[in-house]
């Protein structure tokens, strides 16, 4: 009976109220007056019957009345309708929590707008400024409407269109816009008043209702971004940004922030929205970045400040220890060797145990915890933070891990800006002492009482190392103190900051014991080891982390689940450390010591090979095994000259290892683990291999393929000291030039041959024929890292077990990467001198790669290519060599010629990795077969001529066919294909047996040429097709091409200071570029004299003024003969040479074009230099 008459009550309220608008308000009586008599003197009982009412009335009358208010603030702007705006959220917010709306998208942003109006006039112009004071009702209204808001969005938040979720975004936008002036006045005030009573410990905050108006906007907006923040446009994104950036200032224009509880929550709400808006950048935060950071770094310390001081720890020797209140560091080793104890009992214990009085409870150590979010369950602080009973403790904490998690959002929204803000986030000088003020990440994570919040700083240092600071990095550099005066360069500063941090991420490994912390260090110490420049710092920092890694691996981890996982993590760094390039020699002398010290074979003095060697042998458990073989392969690698002193260890662990994949064998244990050998996995084996072979490598002393070519294309004066030197990834990294590499690279042949028969009787046979693919691939790649030196000091049997072992990898393999390692040591035995001079092997070489050069497979027919080249590189040197046979034996050496070209032509027309090598295949052919005229004998692909000389192809047939394919790879190939087309130009340049200037395609040749060296954006490209140019030894072979070749050198010369350098890689070869080019013109300028053409005069009387400019330029840079050194001095001589050559040769030019003055000029300049 209620409900209906509430019904009835409902009805007729609204009924009424319609017809008295319809028709005119009664006189004497206003539309607001309607309404207060009608529906807010009964809003209670309005309320009461909302519920019994059906929802599509109640929503089509809550419009109506909005419709109505909406239009009395319009008529009555300026005056002061409050009480009606504010019954009017009052009511509909009861109402809302009542029935469930129905709605559709106008009449939701009928609601937004009314609300948004109402908002509006409660903090606008249209209010008296009286009416916003401190006892003030009128946020309490605003808090409805968005409590309205909220719950509409939360029941029907599934129906919302991305329009509607756009519409929802710009009425909270605009709210936090007009509270924006507020919340200025405000903040500042309340900061005020807090510094006054901060020892007190008073600090919460008035006006809590706008703070929660706050809280409750910003939480609003941050589910309305992870609702829908996907289908946002940038504008909505920018203006978020805007409006983010606007409150994020007014809290860094303090020092401190203001801290309550409901402050907390507040900056709750902002970091959360902050942190979905980041997550799914729409546009550039470039402008935004430091503004943010500044802020964000005052959250470090958020909810510390009123707690004890810490005291700093007592420095020591390198590592100091910290008071176990502020580092928690060394108490929780004891705690976490007792037995787990739930919660609730972990509290009972911690009500028995007496406290000091200065120990604030809230500081002591956290070992466990759930992954970092912005949620808190019933569990939450149970495991993690028992100590953290205080509510505000607790919220304080999740506040600094939002903002630390911002600062990670940032750091990957937005990489290449933040580097900018490396030297105020993280520390230039003690780390390792608490900061009360000006915090950075490394005072989170090494002080911060809240595990959580050390994770999150854990995750946002990883985030920062990775990506582009990599590179940014490479410029820091280490100085002393002392040697800085009032300004500290950035590579100076960044210098400082990669101290600090292996300080303090090395100094929490040694003493951490939360497993997920510790694991988040080593990923972090990983990035730092990858993007520290360590031979730009101090010489001691690589050794130290190599020797604390070791302590720690030695140290072991109490937890028995996760221990293998650590112990791989800490290795893991240890090979990155050992693996850092270049080489340094105070990581060479520590192992030197060690070797010398004996402590590689004794466990009383522990060093670093003798953890790797006791890992190797850790068969139980393969993680580690393979970890170690994974460390002492880097070892092998980069410091190769102790590795004669460890080849036993190496050889007996790697025996050890096949031997254990066969057949079970009792192991040594580590730390705990037992248990006998059981399968050895593929991964194992195969890294024992790769450390063999790499120690093999060290020993043999291999730097790559065989130099057979004699390649003097760029060995002039003028670019002798500009020739590159090929590094090559597979061979070991030798120190360069010193006196003991010399001494030891003297003995390599003797010790490989030694090595190198024991490998072959003792480890090959156990795994040639292994039953796993990746095991015989790694077998055969074995034979690709021995050296000639090597291979002749082998006895027969044993060479001839390489060649056919490989051989018979190469064609019965039915696995294509075992083909392939067997066609890459094809490609490095071909070169040995030993293996080019036999025919009978080559022969086979040949055959074996040019099976797999057909092979469907791309990896395949890569390598089989690069033997291929290898193979005809090798063959230039000892073709001149093979003996004159009969007749049936020169045309076999014939048809082998004809067999590769053919081989290589088809391979031209491949992919740009196999057509490089095609090329270059092609030039190697190009500069040594003998082209004849004679009569041939055409076969089917190709020509045979009725020459005896082995190097005999036949008629121009071939050689025709070779250009074709070397100017199709120009249009056609990437920029290492155009690089190998002017390497094998300049090969075909140096045939003697062509006659270049009758030939057809020459004027092609040389144009393609020149238009590489104009165009081209490759430095590298630009080079060597300046080197080819230099390559004809006379004009006639220049052919109609002479003068086009000398206009177009003179118009590059003149223009190279005007070439835009479009990538930062290509500087280091501008100067390379420009001595090549020097060279090239002196000489086709010294040939000038040769030939009378009247166009090619005309051309150097007009540039006469350049090129005497230029010439002054050359001759001005000429050093005196008597301060250099006598090697120096030839080089001197020799440019002197060929500048004077070139100027005597336009002397004689510009006599006979009858330009005296022109030559007298040029006569001056050459007596110059004598």
Same mark, same amino acid.
């Given at each position: 009976m209620a409900s209906s008459s509430s019904v009835r009550s409902w009805r007729t309220a609204f009924l009424t109220l319609r017809d008295e608008t319809s028709s005119g308000a009664p006189a004497g009586t206003s539309v607001d007056q309607l309404v207060h008599n009608l529906i807010f003197a009964n809003s209670h009982s309005l309320i009461s019957a909302a519920s019994d009412l059906p929802p599509h009335e109640v929503t089509c009358d809550v419009l109506f009345l909005l419709e109505l208010v909406a239009n009395v603030g319009a008529c009555r702007y300026g005056e002061d309708i409050t009480q009606t705006f504010t019954l009017t959220c009052h009511l509909i917010h009861g109402i809302c929590h009542r029935v469930s709306f129905e709605f559709n998208s106008s009449s939701f942003i009928v609601i937004l707008d009314s609300f948004q109006n109402m908002v509006a006039f409660f903090l606008g112009q249209g209010v008296p400024r009286a009416v916003i004071s401190p006892n003030a009702t009128t946020f309490k209204p605003v808090m409805e409407c968005l409590e309205t808001i909220r719950r509409l969005t939360s029941v029907y938040q599934g129906k919302f269109s991305p329009l509607e979720n756009i519409q929802l975004i710009k009425f909270l936008l605009h709210i936090l816009e007009c509270f924006h002036p507020e919340f200025v006045d405000l903040y500042n005030s309340n900061a005020n008043k807090s510094r006054s009573t901060a020892e007190n410990g008073n600090r919460f905050p008035r006006f809590t209702c706008l703070w929660e108006d706050h809280t409750l906007a910003f939480t609003m907006l941050a589910e309305a971004f992870s609702r829908a923040g996907s289908f946002f446009p940038f504008d909505i994104w920018q203006s978020t940004i805007e409006v983010l950036r606007k409150v994020m200032d007014v809290l860094a224009s303090k020092s401190v922030l203001v801290e309550g509880s409901i402050l907390s929550r507040f900056y709750s709400s902002l970091l959360n929205c902050l942190h979905l808006v980041l997550t799914d950048p729409k546009g550039s935060l470039s402008d935004h970045v430091s503004g943010f950071v500044a802020a964000l770094k005052l959250f470090f310390i958020y909810g510390l400040n009123i707690r004890p001081q810490v005291k700093s720890p007592a420095v020591g020797n390198n590592m100091p220890d910290l008071l176990s209140h502020s580092l928690t560091l060394e108490e929780p080793k004891k705690k976490d060797k007792t037995p787990y104890r739930p919660p609730h009992l972990r509290k009972q214990d911690g009500l028995n145990i007496k406290r000091p009085k200065a120990q604030d409870s809230r500081i002591s150590a956290d070992h466990e915890s759930s992954t970092v979010d912005f949620t808190s369950s019933d569990s939450d602080y149970s495991d993690s933070d028992g100590s953290l009973k205080d509510p505000d403790s607790v919220q304080s904490s999740k506040v600094r891990v939002a903002a630390i998690v911002c600062l990670q959002d940032l750091?990957?929204?937005?990489?290449?800006?933040?580097?900018?803000?490396?030297?105020?986030?993280?520390?230039?000088?003690?780390?390792?002492?608490?900061?009360?003020?000006?915090?950075?990440?490394?005072?989170?994570?090494?002080?911060?009482?809240?595990?959580?919040?050390?994770?999150?700083?854990?995750?946002?240092?990883?985030?920062?190392?990775?990506?582009?600071?990599?590179?940014?990095?490479q410029v820091a550099e280490y100085k002393e103190s002392s040697k800085y005066g009032s300004f500290m360069a950035l590579s100076s500063s960044l210098g400082q900051i990669l101290m600090q941090l292996h300080d303090g991420i090395i100094y929490l490994i040694q003493r951490e014991t939360h497993h997920r912390l510790l694991t988040s260090l080593f990923k972090i110490l990983m990035l730092l080891i990858s993007c520290t420049p360590y031979s730009r710092?101090?010489?001691?920092?690589? *050794?130290t982390v190599i020797t604390s890694l070791r302590s720690r691996v030695e140290e072991g981890f109490p937890f028995k689940s996760d221990q293998t996982g650590l112990l791989a993590a800490a290795i893991s760094c240890l090979t990155a450390a050992l693996s850092t390039s270049p080489s340094l020699p105070q990581v060479k002398e520590m192992f030197l010591e060690e070797i010398s010290a004996g402590s590689v074979d004794t466990e009383m003095r522990p060093g670093v090979l003798f953890t790797l060697f006791q890992g190797s042998e850790q068969l139980t458990s393969p993680t580690i095994c393979f970890e170690s073989l994974q460390a002492l392969r880097a070892v092998s690698h980069n410091y190769p000259n102790i590795m004669l002193a460890c080849w036993e260890h190496v050889s007996n662990i790697v025996f050890k290892i096949l031997k254990a994949s066969t057949a079970e064998v009792p192991t040594k244990t580590w730390k705990g683990n037992v248990g006998s050998v059981g399968f050895i996995g593929e991964k194992v084996i195969t890294a024992a291999i790769k450390v063999l072979d790499e120690c093999l490598r060290a020993i043999s002393g291999f730097k790559g393929t065989e130099d057979l070519l004699d390649d003097k294309l760029l060995d002039t004066?003028?670019?002798?000291?500009?020739?590159?030197?090929?590094?090559?990834?597979?061979? *070991?990294?030798?120190?360069?030039?010193?006196?003991?590499?010399?001494?030891?690279?003297?003995?390599?042949?003797?010790?490989?041959?030694?090595?190198?028969?024991?490998?072959?009787?003792?480890?090959?046979?156990?795994?040639?024929?292994?039953?796993?693919?990746?095991?015989?691939?790694?077998?055969?790649?074995?034979?690709?890292?021995?050296?000639?030196?090597?291979?002749?000091?082998?006895?027969?049997?044993?060479?001839?077990?390489?060649i056919s072992s490989v051989i018979s990898a190469a064609l019965h393999d039915e696995v294509p990467s075992v083909r392939s390692a067997a066609c890459r040591a094809i490609g490095v035995i071909s070169c040995f001198p030993h293996i080019s001079h036999s025919a009978e092997i080559l022969d086979?070489?040949?055959?074996?790669?040019?099976?797999?050069?057909?092979?469907?497979?791309?990896?395949?027919?890569?390598?089989?290519?690069?033997a291929l080249a290898n193979i005809c590189d090798s063959l230039r040197r000892c073709i001149d060599d093979f003996p004159f046979k009969s007749s049936a034996d020169s045309n076999v050496n014939s048809q082998m010629m004809q067999s590769l070209t053919e081989c290589a032509l088809h391979l031209t027309k491949d992919g740009d990795k196999i057509k490089s090598n095609a090329v270059r295949a092609l030039g190697n052919l190009a500069r040594f077969v003998k082209y004849t005229s004679s009569a041939c004998v055409h076969g089917g692909h190709g020509c045979v001529a009725n020459s005896s000389h082995p190097a005999c192809l036949g008629d121009s047939r071939c050689l025709d066919r070779m250009v074709q394919a070397f100017l199709s790879c120009v249009t056609t190939g990437n920029v290492k294909v155009q690089w190998n087309v002017c390497h094998a130009l300049s090969n075909l340049f140096l045939n003697e047996t062509l006659n270049l200037q009758d030939k057809d395609w020459a004027p092609s040749v040389f144009s393609v040429l020149l238009l590489l060296l104009r165009d081209s954006s490759n430095f590298k490209i630009r080079i060597q097709a300046a080197a080819a140019l230099a390559v004809p030894s006379s004009f006639y072979d220049y052919g109609n091409s002479f003068s086009d070749v000398i206009q177009g050198l003179e118009h590059i010369?003149?223009?190279?200071?005007?070439?835009?350098?479009?990538? *930062?890689?290509?500087?280091?070869?501008?100067?390379?570029?420009?001595?090549?080019?020097?060279?090239?013109?002196?000489?086709?300028?010294?040939?000038?004299?040769?030939?009378?053409?009247?166009?090619?005069k005309d051309f150097l009387v007009k540039k006469a003024s350049f090129l005497e400019e230029w010439f002054k330029m050359l001759c001005s840079s000429l050093g005196e003969s008597a301060t250099q050194p006598e090697s120096e001095n030839n080089f001197e001589n020799q440019k002197k040479q060929m500048i004077s050559k070139a100027m005597r040769s336009l002397i004689v030019v510009y006599g006979r074009g009858n330009q005296q003055t022109i030559a007298k000029k040029f006569k001056m300049l050459d007596n110059s230099i004598w």
């Open positions: 750091c990957q929204a937005d990489p290449k800006s933040f580097t900018s803000q490396w030297t105020i986030l993280l520390p230039t000088n003690d780390v390792l002492r608490p900061r009360k003020f000006e915090a950075t990440l490394m005072t989170c994570l090494l002080f911060d009482p809240y595990l959580k919040a050390r994770m999150a700083s854990a995750s946002t240092l990883a985030a920062m190392m990775d990506g582009p600071s990599s590179i940014f990095l710092m101090p010489g001691e920092l690589l *050794p004066p003028f670019t002798s000291d500009c020739i590159r030197t090929k590094k090559v990834s597979s061979a *070991p990294l030798y120190e360069q030039g010193s006196p003991e590499d010399i001494r030891e690279e003297a003995k390599a042949s003797q010790s490989g041959s030694e090595q190198w028969s024991e490998t072959i009787e003792k480890h090959i046979p156990l795994i040639l024929r292994h039953t796993s693919a990746m095991v015989r691939t790694a077998t055969i790649t074995c034979f690709a890292g021995i050296t000639s030196s090597v291979f002749i000091s082998l006895v027969k049997e044993t060479q001839e077990f390489i086979k070489f040949i055959h074996a790669v040019e099976i797999n050069t057909c092979d469907p497979l791309v990896s395949v027919r890569i390598t089989a290519s690069w010369l003149e223009n190279l200071g005007s070439d835009q350098i479009s990538a *930062p890689s290509s500087f280091k070869y501008r100067v390379a570029l420009e001595k090549q080019l020097t060279s090239t013109m002196l000489h086709v300028l010294s040939l000038a004299s040769s030939i009378d053409h009247q166009p090619l």
